[in-house]
């Protein structure tokens, strides 16, 4: 079954909107895991608009499922990175200023870049994954890296669901079988929610895990968090 790994950026915006710890990152985080969730994705940032270095510090301990890092590799993303040791870190190709990850990786442009971060987060122990979109070519050359899995970046599937679904996701079903082909494993995120989740995860049954936050927390302001969790679970079975 697919992983669900809920991303708690949106419960930190909050937090920071008013000063305080209300909402708690911490706890949220760990009733996550208590509700189901399959891991903790957090996406600092240079400016700390939501999660902060100092959160990332502070959650590693108390995760016992697996932590995601995202964000650009940066000098001090890298070595927030390799203090922390998540299980797992998924390299993006954010401007600094940017409000949300919204393309994937021009791999063969970066690859030196991207192969040495590679090597340099297995030899610590880190699976480590490359933000794309469904372009044969980064997907290829992201294979070259060696890198253990891709993250599909979906905003197109989601963006195109509604006026036909089933186009909407046959690039992303091509990019998955090469991938599969080239011996990654496949991870997929943004803009994933309950009405578009459970016919990506069915149609790309070897899917390993999604990330989701925005769309999560949303709904969970209507469902509560653990049901919301229990209906995004439910939509990957």
Known sequence: MTKLSVNIN??????????????DVLKVARDCESFGADGITVHPRP??????????YALRPIIH??????????????????????NQVTLVPDAPD??????????????EFLDDLVNKFREKGIRSSIFVGTEA????????????????????????????????????????????????????????????????????YWLEEVSIGHALISD???????????LYKACLK
Do not use: C
């Open 65 to 86: 499922t697996e932590l995601n890092i995202e964000g650009y590799p940066n000098e001090s993303f890298i070595n927030l990175v390799l203090k922390v040791r998540p």
């Open 137 to 204: 070519e980064d997907i290829e050359w992201a294979a070259k890296t060696g890198v253990d899995r891709i993250e599909l970046y979906t905003e197109p599937y989601a963006s195109g669901y509604k006026a036909n679904k089933e186009t909407a996701i046959a690039p992303f079903i091509s990019a998955a079988k090469l991938a599969k082909k080239l011996g990654m494993g496949i991870n997929a995120g943004h803009d994933l929610s309950l009405e578009n989740l459970n016919f990506f995860a069915r149609n790309i």
């Open 220 to 230: 969970a302001l209507y469902y509560g968090l653990e049901k919301t969790i229990a």
């Open 47 to 56: 400016d700390e608009r939501h999660i902060r270095y100092s959160d990332v």
């Open 10 to 23: 949106k419960v930190a915006t909050i937090r920071n909107a008013r000063g305080g710890n209300i909402p």
């Open 98 to 111: 940017a409000i949300t990850s919204n393309a994937g990786w021009k791999v063969q442009d970066h690859f």
